[in-house]
């Protein structure tokens, strides 16, 4: 969930799971992990000014659920990032 932006809060998912992978609008059914963070956070962290890592650890992004299953799910996640630097490329932040 992105809070406090331009469009109020909004939610979105990615699923995984047998092999595939989903991402879409709304909340995740069932939802495993959650993470919460305001709009400052998430555009900073997409734009490359903000570490994800600093972002968790100064408590900027906040994590809830299973963190077990968020840490093994890592190599989803590398096999996914050239499509989510594609979409980052094309976003505009306003």
């Known amino acids: 969930m ?3 932006g331009p469009e ?3 939610t ?3 699923q995984v ?3 595939t992978a989903s991402f879409g609008a709304g909340p995740a059914d069932p939802e495993d992990v959650r ?3 305001a709009w400052d ?3 900073a962290v997409a734009t490359g000014v903000m570490n994800a890592q600093e ?3 100064t408590g900027k992004i906040l994590l ?3 963190q077990h299953a968020l840490m093994g799910a890592q190599p989803v996640f590398g096999a996914l990032d050239s499509i989510f630097t594609s979409v980052r490329e094309h976003t505009r932040y306003e």
Do not use: N, R, S
């Open 2 to 4: 992105v809070t406090d």
């Open 8 to 10: 109020g809060d909004v």
């Open 12 to 14: 979105y998912h990615l």
């Open 17 to 19: 799971g047998d092999g």
């Open 35 to 37: 993470m919460e963070q």
């Open 41 to 43: 956070t998430a555009v």
């Open 55 to 57: 972002a968790f650890i």
């Open 64 to 66: 809830f659920g299973d």
